[in-house]
Nanobody, 126 residues
Framework: QVQLVESGGGLVQAGGSLRLSCAAS????????MGWFRQAPGKEREFVSAVSWNGVNTYYADSVKGRFTISRDNAKNTVYLQMNSLKPEDTAVYVC???????????????????WGPGTQVTVSS
């Protein structure tokens, strides 16, 4: 397993941008599919985005497609989530996760991930 720590959350006005980072420990980071999930108060944790081990394949929830961009730097053991055109409904705790699976359907499920970070709060004001 890898240990994950997110950063970059904060308070932003609607239409603004934030860039989240997730730093991973361990020498096997490059072998993991990395994902971002989010959880708003009173709601279940939902898939946001994922990136394959080599950064070639990316996946997005329909709600963020065209606004968010996921990327990774294996040399720095870090995965990023660039969030543009933020909306109040994007307000949530954003959590980074690591998965051994590379299946494009499976990695959209929480069950595919076995390492999770503590999360970072993103608040978008209207």
């Amino acid at each position: 397993q890898v240990q994950l720590v997110e950063s970059g959350g904060g308070l932003v006005q609607a239409g603004g941008s934030l860039r989240l980072s997730c730093a991973a420990s361990g020498r096997t980071f490059s072998s993991y599919t990395m994902g971002w999930f989010r959880q708003a108060p009173g709601k279940e944790r939902e898939f946001v985005s994922a990136v394959s081990w080599n950064g070639v394949n990316t996946y997005y929830a329909d709600s963020v497609k065209g606004r968010f961009t996921i990327s990774r730097d294996n040399a720095k053991n870090t995965v990023y989530l660039q969030m543009n055109s933020l909306k109040p409904e994007d307000t949530a705790v954003y959590v980074c996760a690591a998965s051994r699976s590379g299946h494009p359907i499976t990695i959209m499920s929480r069950a595919a991930y076995n390492s999770w970070g503590p999360g970072t709060q993103v608040t978008v004001s209207s």
